[in-house]
């Protein structure tokens, strides 16, 4: 019998070439580069992986080139690419094949798609929802014609705001956020949570 792959050969990332359940009457295998480890330890039948499609089957054997070339291991999250090079005199300084990595962000690479970056940064406005309508409130009808808001009231007490027979209301400040809300302070910090709330 064939010896299958350590647990010290089989990491993430590694190129191996599985039995997939199906095929394990007749030993089919097939290659493709491991996303997660679903056995802790070595097994007599081989480790079993999952690969980066998604298929799930027992290592065989290493997949790479018969040459000691280079093999190429892209990375599940598609980021990296990591080129791993064996050279044949290496062996014997150390025991074993030495391997150089070279790493390279592949997103820099030529030809890879996707929108390029912003020119411009992004202010802190382009993150602001606007306020959630809730309701008729005391002045939701004339916020949405746009018209200003005179009562009654306002005409009376003059353009001071003050009536020497009745006491003075609390001090109403507008939205810094959207300008569309007033109210007193309780209700502005109120409505300019909302605007940042999810």
Do not use: W
């Amino acid at each position: 019998m064939p010896s299958v792959p350590t647990t010290r050969e089989v990491v993430s990332g590694a190129l191996v070439n599985i039995v997939l359940k199906d095929d394990q009457p007749t030993g089919r295998t097939v290659q493709g580069a491991v996303s997660h480890l679903l056995t802790r330890g070595n097994h007599p039948r081989g480790i079993k992986v999952r690969l980066s499609d998604g298929r799930v089957g027992r290592v065989q054997s290493m997949a790479g080139t018969a040459s000691g070339g280079s093999l190429t291991q892209v990375q599940p999250d598609g980021n990296m690419e990591v080129t791993t090079e064996a050279r044949p005199g290496d062996a014997s300084l150390h025991g074993g094949a030495t391997k150089y990595h070279h790493y390279h962000d592949i997103r820099t690479a030529q030809g890879s798609e996707g929108p390029p970056p912003p020119t411009q940064p992004i202010g802190l406005d382009a993150y602001i929802k606007p306020a959630k309508k809730r309701g008729k409130g005391k002045r939701a009808g004339n916020a949405t014609t746009g018209t200003p808001t005179s009562t009654a009231d306002d005409t009376l007490l003059g353009s001071s705001g003050c009536d020497a027979g009745q006491p003075s209301e609390p001090e109403e400040s507008a939205c810094p956020v959207c300008g569309d809300f007033t109210g007193d302070a309780a209700a502005l910090a109120h409505h300019v949570q909302s605007h940042f709330d999810d």
